[in-house]
């Protein structure tokens, strides 16, 4: 039986190249979409940025004037979500896979912070209204809203951590433990400097989570309109992403606040744009100092 193999290498490049062709196309696609959405929010939203626009309060139901007290509550926030859930999340991550025995209890806890990471994010909400609103008694307050974000991005610095600690060769823990290190010293000396670039991925998909989130804050901090800054985490604070909502749509005058709604929109994708950059440049920077030990 004689076999065409110059057909079937040929057969196979077409198929390669059809492949290959087909996720460049997507993966454009998906690209110029971006740039598409971004440009659009540029193209209306800067000509409303001004020194005044950021460093203003609102006016006239927010109508007029600037947009300082929503930067301030969502750095706050942001802030504030993340000195919550990194920590908590990172200590979970590295129990999940460190210490935690294989079996149904470690199998049953993975799968509830991956059914926990897909509920919306409007579940949150109430739940942080119905803990730390009300039961705790922390009212609409920076710190009931920063709680409340930090454990809607739990599940995602949990995962995330367990991921870059299973990245890490078991050579490095044999090697420890043969040194005579204890547990612990191998797990905060050797294995977590080394995960730590790629447990920083977490930090980053917290930032964007957070930053846009809108119903969680909407029951447990965001004030409609304040024109002032906050002055303790017990303090109701505006938001860009409810700010935006608010005069986006149910604003006292829609038309008029349009292209500040542009504007808002510019600057919380900037906001999140850098918060990113500097993340990355901390991974790069503790991804380097991994390489030089």
């Known amino acids: 039986m004689n ?6 290498f040929r057969s196979k490049r077409n198929k390669q190249n059809f492949a290959f062709w ?18 659009f929010i540029v193209m209306h939203g800067i000509k409303v940025i001004s020194w005044d626009f950021i460093t203003k309060m609102p006016e006239d139901g927010m109508t007029k004037g ?14 504030g979500s993340i000195i919550f859930a990194f920590p908590l999340g990172i200590m979970a991550g590295i129990y999940m896979n460190e210490y935690a025995r294989e079996g149904f209890l470690k199998r049953f806890i993975q799968v509830m912070t991956n059914n926990l990471a897909g509920i919306p994010s409007i579940v949150f ?40 600690l299973k990245a890490v060769d078991d050579s490095f823990r044999i090697g420890s433990l043969a040194l005579g290190a204890s547990k612990w010293q191998t797990t905060s000396r050797v294995i977590l400097p080394s995960a730590f670039p790629n447990i920083i991925t977490g930090l980053i998909l917290s930032i964007g989570r ?10 447990t901090c965001a004030a ?3 024109p002032k800054l906050p002055h303790s985490i017990m303090d109701q604070v505006m938001a860009l992403p409810y700010h935006l909502y608010v005069i986006a749509t149910s604003g006292t005058n829609i038309t008029e606040s349009r292209p500040i709604a542009y504007g808002t929109a510019l600057v919380l994708i900037a906001i999140v744009l ?6 990355n ?10 390489k030089t030990n």
Not at 25 to 33: E, K, M, R, V, Y
Not at 210 to 219: K, M, N, Q, R, Y
Not at 274 to 279: Q, S
């Open 274 to 279: 850098i918060m990113n950059i500097l993340a």
């Open 210 to 219: 957070v930053s846009g989130e809108t119903a969680p804050i909407l029951f």
């Open 281 to 290: 440049i901390l991974r790069r920077y503790f991804g380097k100092k991994v």
């Open 22 to 39: 087909t996720f460049r196309i997507l993966s454009f696609g998906i690209a110029g979409i971006l740039f598409w959405i971004l440009g």
């Open 125 to 164: 909400g109430l739940f942080g209204m119905s803990l730390f609103v009300n039961k705790l008694h922390f009212g609409d307050s920076i710190l009931a809203g920063s709680l409340t974000l930090g454990i809607l991005v739990l599940p995602i610095v949990i995962r995330t951590t367990e991921e870059a």
């Open 224 to 226: 409609y309109f304040l």
């Open 3 to 8: 076999i065409d193999h110059d057909k079937i």
């Open 66 to 79: 600037g947009i300082m007290p929503a930067i301030v509550g969502t750095l706050t926030l942001v802030a």
